[in-house]
């Protein structure tokens, strides 16, 4: 499923099987880092590029690094290598960290370089033990390149800890809690200093555009969207994993692949817990482009792909989402903290066969009530998810509400 | 800066708010309250014979969690 004839993109070299590509092999295959004398250019080529950041939210790289870069003033700013990765769902940046750590550093001075920045912290979930392993090997690696501008920040547990502003917070104060915006972490971040908060594949990305050039990045794209992209693939499949797809791919093609049917798959979760649930017919042609699912409502995201089997009820498994979304927030926005608690626990009730009465009509309510009152957009990728959920499983949903069992399981559930 | 002094917006710090209710009793138009007595803005800028209220509900924030602001604030670049 990578990306056909072309060795040059972000899994291609050495199996993912043995052990990290270690620096020598990394040179040997991909050649050194290119220059940093012109830094200006890669952020032109980072934007002709069209390469989206790629931790969820799907914000242009080359328009991000522009905005540091071209601040007022001389003051350094900081790059953040966000590798904390904490959608439970998601491996593909620890398998990048952790197989690929030397393009990911190459992504994390290249910005550097770039926007003037004279601290690089590489943000990394506690909980990926392979990955910190990797990326503390390869930092000692290029301790001479790196020199005393780098250092390994473990990044705490949870679901918000990789929310840009929490990173920040988290690093400047160790509480890894969402903050109010403005100011921007690009206007004041670490230390008060404008910060670049990249997630780690589009870093990587960026070493291999700085390399080949934006039209080579390009080359890649079946549709609108261009270049490749990590995505996992889990749940319902034969072959979970981590693979690199050229954008445009059909879902088919990459479920097929991994050892999925559209027989046994009942939905599919694309984008993460803040994504969205789409039928598996409606999937299974769906190009796998952000622009394209951008266009259905859609949502690319971290790239998860989660196959829910025919056996299971999506009310089910969203109940468990928004579960964990409820309790995964901070805690410091009343709108979240109890809005998010009540729709689980009316989810919950109608999933276990024991709705209260309006418990549907709640979800429905809570839904554009909820949406936009926090700091950090917690709230509303768990809307997100809630909504299309009510999309794909309505029917369900309403089965649910209505006799207390579940179509899908054929069980009747309305025990206490 | 420039702008008419109506042609603004509320902004809410929604970590500063703590949900006391007392900002939605001064300008009842503009803010509704949710069921956990946390404020629900209505969209749009405040108009001009508003603005008397929404002041006095700023005011009325213990936590100074509610301003004022300009209608293009915090709109990314």
Known sequence: MTFPNDTRRLLAGPSLDGNPERYPAHIA??????????????????????????????????????????????????VVANGAEGEPASHKDRVLMTHRPHLVIDGAILAADAVGADEIVFYIGREHEAAVASMKAAMSERKVELGK??????????????????VVNYINSGKGKPMTVPPRVSERGVGKKPTLVQNVESLAYAALIARYGD???????RLSSKGTALVTVSGAV??????????????????????ATVGRTRAVLMGGYFGTWTSAEDAWTLPLDPAVMKASGLAFGCGLLWLLPTASCGVW?????MEYLADASAAQCGPCLFGLRALADATSRLAAGRPALGDLALIERLIPQT?????????????????????????????????????????????? | MGQKPADMKLRIDWILCDGYSLCSPEAPDVIDLDEWG????????????????????????????????????????
């Open chain 1, 29 to 78: 295959r991909l050649g050194a880092l290119p220059s940093s004398a012109a830094p200006a250019d890669l952020v032109g080529s980072l934007e002709a590029s069209g390469l989206l950041g790629r931790g969820g939210a799907g914000f242009p790289v080359g328009r991000k690094w522009r905005a540091i870069a071209s601040r007022d003033g001389k003051s350094g700013a900081v």
């Open chain 1, 149 to 166: 501008r780098a250092k390994l920040v473990l990044a705490p547990l949870g679901y918000v800890a990789g929310e840009a502003t929490a």
């Open chain 1, 215 to 221: 039209v080579w990045y390009r080359s890649a794209g």
């Open chain 1, 238 to 259: 034969k072959d979970a994993g981590v693979w690199e797809i050229e954008l445009g791919t059909p879902f088919g093609e990459v479920a097929q692949e991994a050892g």
């Open chain 1, 317 to 321: 498994a969203t109940a468990q989402i």
């Open chain 1, 371 to 416: 949406a936009g009152r926090g700091a950090c957009h917690h709230p509303d990728g768990a809307i997100q998810l809630m909504a299309s959920a009510l999309h794909v499983f309505g029917d369900d949903f309403a089965y649910h509400a209505r006799t207390g069992a579940c179509a899908v399981t054929n069980t009747p559930m309305a025990v206490r």
């Open chain 2, 38 to 77: 946390y404020p629900i803005i209505r969209p749009g800028v405040i108009a001009a014979h508003e603005l008397k209220d929404v002041k006095r509900a700023v005011a009325a924030c213990p936590m100074s969690a509610l301003s004022l602001v300009s209608p293009d604030f915090d709109k990314r670049s």
